[in-house]
Structure formats: structure tokens, C-alpha cells
């Protein structure tokens, strides 16, 4: 099997790079060691491709050191440039690249296969498949990043669109199995393959709302890792089977733990669109109790010096502001002063699990002051004052009382308990979900109405001056 | 070459791994792992780069370059993103 010492030592180098992915990610799962395993992923990144170089018969290396060059700076370029509130966008975008990618080795084995290279059936099939996962993920990973970085704003359905996708998809299975069935198909077939996976992955991507992009993010991620994975075996890459493997399965399980998170099923997410929720919206503005109260910054700054805890609850607005910082600051203000302060994340507050959590990070926040939902749930009993910034659905109390609440189910943050509640928020608008927020109206409730870093930073003002 | 019944059986195990590793993940690193599975499958470069090795015609030449490109994108990219979400991670103790 193995002919000579070239395929020896690559084939060895592939085996100890899987490993350290998998050693990587591993580590990167617990917060103590986590730095660790990114750089150990990353050395065995480095050792497999300077392994490929040493592939028999590597023609074109020219090209492929102009390519990497090429590739390699704007990526690194930006990654180091993008501030940590547009992070989930850019992971949309390198993981969009990833599908391409997988979809372009794709396309160079079908075409030298239609050129006379012909691959088995079972090959071809693999080629075809991770072809179409690559490509959807691939466009559909770029319109995410569009809507993330605001370059869409609307969320597109229109009429039939579900059926005009299903005819789509099935229009592209079939073109696929030709490609499969007859082997050496005209060039011609086959862009028109890609052409018809690229428009599909648009068009299901573009009906999804803000809210869900998380989920198809995490989604696309599993898709692109299945996509290398199936070009591993076309190319009998053991390297490329087993990482893209592992993330597809990593992947496909982040993908159904946030979809839980959100009560939403995937099927829902992805067939829906959020769009469907705002028709509701005026019927639940009818049978809300109370006003909306508002509240001046030296008087909520007050009420929180003087408390015993304190917990925040930060959303996206937080993120949109810039907040983080100010936030910090007044934390340790109020830690001076002997309150206990707690930080409160739901696990889709922001634009994906966790994003929060790396904007406070940033600032300098101790993760051990953070707290999950189920951590912390219990302790807004106890607490004086919830200071909400920035979030609006997952505090909504609707989610436990409205069975007709489009985010019926959803598990929130029990906020609605804290004796009092402090919401920083720019106006009166709905969340993403286009659902009133009860929460804003209800007796222990008060509104700080501005931007959200310019109120940290009076908060932080009024209680200093105490 | 890897015949078809091995290739499955690493395919299994691999998707057992990936599942597992994942499984005890707390809800503060699910950004930061989402990133660094993103730049793991980023090994398409490797792919990529033999997809283009043995390219001959000019539109394969072609379909490759772009292949390594953006390959080369995801995995660079993936890599700096996910060490900067990392980097901040701290405890109040003070240490990392």
C-alpha cells in the first residue's frame, strides 16, 4: 500500500494532524485550556500542508504558492482588523469560504473526469454530493454574512417560495444523478450544476431572520465540515476525512443545542423564516397591564449602589452600542462598594451562543462572574436590582404565559423576579421576534431610554458621585 | 487508496469523536468553538492544493487557484479570529 517514503511520511503527518485537531478541539472546550488547543489545532494545520507539498506528481506549484499568498493575507488581514461584535458575520464568511472550497476541488474532479480521468460511481457520487453541501454552503454562508453585516436589510419571502426551493432542490439532485449516472458529462453540465446549488443556497438563506442566523451559521459550519469529508474521500485524504468529520458531527450538535436554546426546531428555522411571526404582532400589543415607566440614570444609579446584588443581563443592543466596556467599568464600580454583581447570559442573547460572553471577555469581565440560564435562574429572587441591557426577548415573560406567542416555549431569563428591574434600551421598538415586551410594563420595571454605552457611562457617573 | 468499507468505518468514528468532544461544552465557548471547528475544516486546503496539483487544463487550473484560495482564506482566517476570541479569556484571579 504504501509504495515509497514520500507517501510514508505525508500519510504519518496527516494521522499526527488529525490527531491534533482532535487533541484541539478538545482542549478548546473547557475555558482553562482552550488557548492551548486552538494552537495545537493550528501547528497540525501548518505540519499537513507543508506535508501536501510533498505529494508525488505536484504540478502547478507556482500556482498553488501565488493562491495561498493570495488567500492568506486579506483573511489574516481582516481577522485581526474586525471588532469583536461583528465576529459571527466573519466566521459566516471564512466558513462560506471552507464550502467553496470543498465545492471547487468538486469541480476540478468532475471536470477531469468528464476529460477522461473517470472516477468509480461511488467516488463520483461522494464528488457530487459534497459538491452541492459545499456550494449551498458556500452562497448561502455569504448572504449570512450580508444580513449580519447589514448589507441586506430585509428578510426576502415571497409568494410559492417554498415550492419554487423544493423544485430547485429537486432539479439539482437530478442533475446530479446524471452527472453520476453518465460519468463524463459535457463541462456545460456541470456549471450548470453549480450554477443551480448556488442559487438554491441563496434562496434558502434569504427568507431567514436576524434572530435565527445563529442556528444557520452553526448549520453551514456542520454542512461545510460534511463537504470536506466527502471530498476526503474522493481525494483519499484520511486528513480531510477525519477533521471534516469531526466538525460536521461537532457541528450538527452545536447547531441542535442552540436550536434548543431558542425552542425553535431546526426544520422551523430553516423553512419558516421569522417573517411569519409579524402578522401576530398586533394582536399581542392587546392585553398588556401597566405602562412603561421611565427612569432617570442618578436614580437607577442609586438603586444599585445601595443593593446587595446586582445582576446583568446584557443582549445585542449591548453589542450595537459598544457597551462592554462602560459596562466593565461600572461593575467594578459597584464591586468597589460591596454589591455582588452577577452577569446573566441567555444562550442566544446576541447573534450566537456565546457572543456575549466574548464581548465581555474583551472588556475584561472574569468569566466567573458570568452565569448560564440555568445557573442563574434561581437567584433573580434574591437579587435588588436586574439590569437589563440591550436584550428584549429572552427576558420577555410572554415565553412562559402565551400560548399564541410566537417564543411561547423559549426559555428566558427570569428577570420579572428581581425586585427591581432597570431596562436600558434606544426606544420603544419591538425585538427581533416583533413581540411586546411585557417585562417593559410591569410594576417593578423601570426604562433608562438612550444608547446604551452613554447610559452605562451615567450610571457609572451617578455612582461615582455618591 | 482507502477502500470504501474503512473509509466508513472512520467516517463513524469520527462522527462519535466529534460528538463527544463537544458534548461538555459550556454555553461561555460556544462562539469561540464554533470558530475553531470552522478553521479545522479549514484542512481543505490540503485538498485543495492536490485538486490543483493535478489540475491540467486551463479551467481547472482555474477552479483550483480559486479552491486554494479560499481554502487558504478559511483556514487563516478561521485561525486568527478564533486565537483572538481566546485570548481574552480570564479569571478574576488574575491568571490565564
Redesign the interface.
Known amino acids: 500500500m504504501i509504495d515509497n517514503w514520500q507517501t510514508f511520511l505525508i500519510e504519518g503527518i496527516y494521522f499526527l494532524a488529525a490527531i491534533l485537531f482532535i487533541l484541539g478541539l478538545k482542549k478548546m472546550s473547557s475555558p482553562v485550556t482552550a488557548r492551548g488547543g486552538i494552537i495545537w489545532a493550528g501547528v497540525g494545520m501548518i505540519l499537513a500542508t507543508l506535508a501536501t507539498f510533498l505529494t508525488p506528481h505536484l504540478s502547478n506549484l507556482d500556482l498553488i504558492v501565488i493562491a495561498i499568498i493570495l488567500g492568506a493575507t486579506p483573511a489574516w488581514w481582516s481577522a485581526k482588523k474586525v471588532a469583536m461584535a461583528n465576529m459571527p458575520q466573519m466566521i459566516a464568511l471564512y466558513n462560506g469560504m471552507g464550502g467553496g472550497a470543498a465545492a471547487a476541488i468538486a469541480g476540478v474532479e468532475l471536470i477531469r473526469a468528464s476529460a477522461g480521468h473517470e472516477l468509480s460511481n461511488t467516488v463520483q457520487t461522494l464528488a457530487v454530493l459534497g459538491a452541492i453541501i459545499g456550494t449551498i454552503s458556500f452562497s448561502g454562508s455569504i448572504i449570512a454574512f450580508a444580513k449580519l453585516q447589514g448589507l441586506i436589510k430585509k428578510s426576502l419571502l415571497f409568494n410559492k417560495q417554498q415550492i419554487i426551493n423544493l423544485g430547485l432542490f429537486v432539479f439539482l439532485l437530478v442533475l446530479g444523478a446524471v452527472i453520476v449516472y453518465i460519468g463524463s458529462v459535457p463541462v456545460i453540465v456541470i456549471i450548470l450544476f453549480f450554477l443551480v446549488a448556488l442559487v438554491f443556497g441563496v434562496l434558502v438563506t434569504v427568507p431567514i431572520g436576524g434572530a435565527d442566523m445563529p442556528v444557520v451559521i452553526s448549520l453551514f459550519n456542520a454542512l461545510t465540515g460534511l463537504a470536506v469529508a466527502f471530498e476526503g474521500f474522493v481525494l483519499s485524504n484520511a486528513a480531510m476525512i477525519i477533521a471534516g468529520t469531526v466538525v460536521g458531527a461537532a457541528g450538527t450538535l452545536l447547531t441542535q443545542l442552540m436550536a434548543r436554546a431558542m425552542n425553535r426546531p431546526i426544520s422551523n428555522v430553516l423553512f419558516s423564516g421569522f417573517g411569519a411571526a409579524e402578522g401576530q404582532e398586533a394582536s399581542d400589543n392587546a392585553g398588556i397591564e401597566g405602562s412603561l415607566k421611565p427612569i432617570d440614570a442618578t436614580d437607577a444609579a442609586i438603586m444599585m449602589a445601595y443593593a446587595e446584588q446586582v445582576i446583568i443581563v446584557p443582549g445585542y443592543g449591548m453589542a450595537v452600542a459598544q457597551a462592554q466596556h462602560k459596562i466593565w467599568e461600572l461593575t467594578r464600580a459597584l464591586i468597589e462598594r460591596d454589591v455582588r454583581v452577577k452577569f446573566a447570559i441567555h444562550p442566544v442573547a446576541g447573534r450566537m451562543p456565546g457572543h456575549m460572553n466574548v464581548l465581555l471577555a474583551e472588556a475584561g469581565v472574569p468569566y466567573d462572574i458570568i452565569f448560564d440560564l440555568e445557573e442563574i435562574n434561581a437567584e433573580f429572587e434574591q437579587s435588588d436590582v436586574a439590569l437589563v441591557i440591550g436584550a428584549n426577548d429572552v427576558v420577555n415573560p410572554i415565553a412562559r404565559t402565551d400560548p399564541n406567542s410566537p417564543i411561547y416555549g423559549m426559555p428566558i431569563l427570569s428577570v420579572d423576579k428581581a425586585k427591581n428591574v432597570v431596562v436600558i434600551k434606544r426606544g420603544k421598538g419591538t425585538g427581533f421576534s416583533g413581540v411586546e415586551n411585557h417585562l417593559f410594563y410591569a410594576d417593578n420595571t423601570r426604562m433608562l431610554y438612550g444608547d446604551g454605552q452613554k447610559m452605562a457611562g451615567e450610571l457609572l457617573q451617578g455612582i461615582k458621585e455618591l | 487508496?482507502?477502500e470504501?468499507l474503512v473509509?466508513l468505518y472512520?467516517?463513524m468514528l469520527?462522527?462519535?469523536?466529534?460528538?463527544e468532544?463537544?458534548?461538555?461544552?459550556?454555553?461561555?465557548?460556544?462562539?469561540?468553538?464554533?470558530?475553531?471547528?470552522?478553521?479545522?475544516?479549514?484542512?481543505?486546503?490540503?485538498?485543495?492544493?492536490?485538486?490543483?496539483?493535478?489540475?491540467?487544463?486551463n479551467?481547472?487550473?482555474a477552479?483550483?487557484?480559486?479552491?486554494?484560495?479560499?481554502?487558504?482564506?478559511?483556514?487563516?482566517?478561521?485561525?486568527?479570529?478564533?486565537?483572538?476570541?481566546?485570548?481574552?479569556?480570564?479569571?478574576?484571579?488574575g491568571d490565564?
Request: aromatic share 10%.
Open positions: 487508496m482507502i470504501g473509509a472512520i467516517f469520527a462522527a462519535f469523536v466529534g460528538y468532544v463537544i458534548a461538555k461544552v459550556p454555553v461561555i465557548l460556544h462562539t469561540p468553538l464554533m470558530s475553531g471547528s470552522n478553521f479545522i475544516h479549514g484542512i481543505v486546503l490540503v485538498g485543495a492544493m492536490i485538486a490543483l496539483g493535478h489540475a491540467d487544463t479551467l481547472e487550473k477552479i483550483g487557484f480559486i479552491g486554494v484560495m479560499l481554502a487558504t482564506g478559511n483556514a487563516v482566517g478561521g485561525y486568527f479570529v478564533t486565537e483572538r476570541m481566546l485570548e481574552m479569556f480570564k479569571t478574576s484571579k490565564k
